[in-house]
Structure formats: C-alpha cells, structure tokens
T-cell receptor, first 116, second 112 residues
Framework: GAGVSQSPSNKVTEKGKDVELRCDPI?????LYWYRQSLGQGLEFLIY????????KSGLPSDRFSAERTGGSVSTLTIQRTQQEDSAVYLC??????????????FGSGTRLTVV | RKEVEQDPGPFNVPEGATVAFNCTYS??????FFWYRQDCRKEPKLLMS???SGNEDGRFTAQLNRASQYISLLIRDSKLSDSATYLC?????????????FGRGTSLIVHP
C-alpha cells in the first residue's frame, strides 16, 4: 500500500482480556518496528523485525507481549491479560531497513488502546 | 545519561521568529539522524534527514556535529503551522542494530 496501515484505530478492552493489533507495512519495506507512546511521553521501542532474521524483542515490557510477522509483511502485536498500564498508542513503522535509511521510517496512524 | 536528549520546551515564539533546537546523543556509533514532526494525537512524520555536511529544506536547516555528538534544527520565519513537537531520531546502523532511538521531543508553539 501507499502507507503503513494499522488496525484497529481505536480499541477499548476490559482488563484481563487479550488484544491483537495489526500493522501492514509499506510494500518492499523489510524492516518493521513497534513502538508505544503513552500520553505526553516519548516513543518506547517494543520490537523490531528485519527480513527473515529473528526479531529483536528487547523492548517488550513483559511476557504478556508478543509479536509476529508473517511472510515478511503483516505484523500482529498481541497483548495478553491486558492491564491498565498497557493503555497507550501503539505505533508501527517500517523502513527499507539495513543501511537504506535515506527515507527514514514511515509510521502508521497508530492504535489507541484503552484498558478499562 | 539518556541515549537521546532534547529540551522538552515548550518554545513559545511569535510568527516570523527564528528558533533552534538541539539534540544530544550518547552512542558514538550512530550513523543516521533525522528530525521528525509530531502533531497532537498524530503519528510522527519525517521532517528531514540530517547529513554530515548539513542540509537545508526551505525554512528548515539541520546540522550534525559528530565531535560534540549533537544535531540541531533551525526554523526560520516561523509559521503558526509549525506548532508541533519535534523529535530527534538517532540510529546506529552498525553492529547489526538498526533500531532508531527517539528523543522525547521539543514542543514548539508559534503564536500570532
């Protein structure tokens, strides 16, 4: 597609429920990143996928968080047993990856998750 | 020391003013640098890449100082529409890690 697409745009869930967030990166972008941003805060790195390499999961805050990327394209971020502190905007970005960063990183419009 | 540091501001300036932001980074292996703009409740968008020789795009000028490990953004003739948060982004592009680190942003408010 022309841009990075994320769905849903908004999600309200009850504490303890599982949620799945989806990201469809720009076609041809090999690198995909998940970040989250709490109100008034900076971007917190969660996980990074590059091609077929093993993902860098160093930013995942707990084992309730997991992500996968199928076929080197679409990615889903899953949060199990959601907690109120998980409430944030979850942003996905993609890039050509590696050293081809002239175009920087393109973000989707995010999923606003609210855990009640 | 944080990896990427920015003055959060806000910088409150009148239309037409010139304003400059700095951003310091701690990883000397950093190779790629960017300025992003983020409007309220929107996603960050690329404003400009920062090249070693410095670069200009209209009213915006970006500079890189590797010796002192900082990048800067200069905005001339500020417009009301420039009001936003400006994020500094640093990426190592070496050692196998291409994960960009974002600063927390500098808030700019341009008033009439």
């Amino acid at each position: 597609g022309a841009g990075v697409s994320q769905s849903p745009s908004n999600k309200v869930t009850e504490k303890g429920k599982d949620v799945e967030l989806r990201c469809d990166p720009i076609s041809g972008h090999t690198a995909l990143y998940w970040y989250r941003q709490s109100l008034g805060q900076g971007l917190e790195f969660l996980i990074y996928f590059q091609g077929n390499s093993a993902p860098d999961k160093s930013g995942l805050p707990s084992d309730r968080f997991s992500a996968e990327r199928t076929g080197g394209s679409v990615s889903t971020l899953t949060i199990q047993r959601t907690q109120q502190e998980d409430s944030a905007v979850y942003l996905c970005a993609s890039s050509y990856g590696g050293q081809h960063l002239g175009g920087g990183y393109t973000f989707g419009s995010g999923t606003r998750l609210t855990v009640v | 020391r944080k990896e990427v540091e920015q003055d959060p501001g806000p910088f409150n300036v009148p239309e037409g003013a010139t304003v400059a932001f700095n951003c310091t980074y701690s990883n000397s292996a950093s190779q790629s640098f960017f300025w992003y703009r983020q409007d309220c409740r929107k996603e960050p968008k690329l404003l400009m890449s920062v090249y070693s020789s410095g670069n200009e795009d209209g009213r915006f000028t970006a500079q890189l100082n590797r010796a002192s490990q900082y990048i800067s953004l200069l905005i001339r003739d500020s417009k009301l529409s420039d009001s936003a948060t400006y994020l500094c982004v640093v990426s190592p592009t070496s050692g196998g890690s291409y994960i960009p680190t974002f600063g927390r942003g500098t808030s700019l408010i341009v008033h009439p």
